[in-house]
């Protein structure tokens, strides 16, 4: 955050530094001074529009949209299972180039088979894809994918796209307007960073590009042999999800915002190939993800 401040203080300065010797020459006679202001803004726009957020911005639009999401579904009151997730998806963040990220992983209470991640860190899993799952190599391959989005920063690239690079220049530009501590804390007070989060929001009902889900499964399968975990183990969550009834309501969303899992597991079998058979006999932990997760108990 200080670096922030910092350049948002060497902006104004070196903006009045470039305007005041014409001020002083009469240089712009012709020209009304709020002219003059318009065009350095305009101009002061257009490169700062070509910068990414930094990591601090990162973090408040994330933790924004990832409040957006709790809106909507609440999480899982078993603090069990939470636990073990936050616990297997810290592992595998620490497998990546973005280990220094404030990490968060949690459990949504909602049946749909889904999972999300939003920028800065924070991902989601819903307890209805935790529970279809039998081990925990399935769950650590679904983990990463999500990770791989925010290592890759996918949501950010989706949203410039989105917005015309406006909505995070304005975010950038001004989310310290306020105490950057009650920023982050209540970031609905910032009317830019308001935006920013609902421009995020949306993105995640619309799905990001393609080539970015191919990406983020590439990048999975890896982060997962890393961590120590047999890579394959999304795969089998895709061969899983496939055979479920397409026109099963829990599975919607997914089917609107991804590729198809044939597709999916084609794109897998062709980077997989035979590199990855050395990493098979990686565990699975079949027995330490059924006594982690807390389970419905079947009716008598």
């Known amino acids: 955050m200080k670096n922030l401040i910092a350049w948002l203080l060497l902006a104004a300065a070196c903006s009045g530094c470039a305007v005041a010797p014409m001020v002083a020459s009469g240089a712009i006679s012709k020209m009304d001074w709020n002219d003059v202001q318009n065009i350095a803004t305009k101009v002061s726009k257009a490169a700062d529009s070509q910068r990414e957020l ?25 603090k069990k299972s939470q636990r073990y997730v936050q616990q297997v998806g810290q592992w595998l963040a620490q497998q990546t180039e973005r280990a220094d990220l404030p990490w968060h992983f949690a459990i949504l209470d909602d049946n749909e088979f889904n999972a999300f991640s939003t920028p800065g860190g924070y991902v989601f899993i819903t307890r209805g894809m935790l529970l279809a799952m039998r081990n925990e190599a399935e769950l650590a ?17 989706a949203m410039k796209k ?47 590009d393609k080539g970015d889900e191919f990406e983020a499964d590439r990048m999975a399968v890896v982060i997962a042999a890393r961590a120590g975990y047999d890579p394959y183990g999304l795969p089998a969550v895709l061969q899983s999800l496939q055979t479920v009834n397409p026109n099963y309501a829990g599975l919607a969303l997914m089917f609107k915002t991804h590729p198809s ?25 079949a027995p330490r993800f059924k006594s982690s997760v807390t389970f419905p108990k079947p009716a008598k």
């Not at 930094?54 to 957006?68: F, R």
């Open 141 to 157: 391959g679904v983990l990463a994918h999500e990770i791989a989005h925010i290592v890759r920063k996918h949501q950010l690239t």
């Open 54 to 78: 930094t990591e601090p911005e990162e973090i408040v639009l994330g933790g924004g949209i990832a409040s957006n999401i709790l809106g909507a579904a609440p999480l899982w009151q078993d």
């Open 162 to 208: 989105a917005s015309g690079k406006d909505i995070l220049f304005d975010l950038g530009s001004n989310v310290l307007t306020v105490d950057p501590k009650i920023a982050a804390a209540n970031p609905q007070l910032t009317p830019y960073l308001k935006k920013g989060i609902s421009a995020g929001t949306e993105m995640y009902m619309r799905g990001l």
């Open 261 to 285: 899992f044939a597709a999916r597991l084609d794109m897998l079998a062709l980077v997989m190939n035979e590199a990855f058979d050395k990493f098979e006999n990686q565990p699975a932990l």
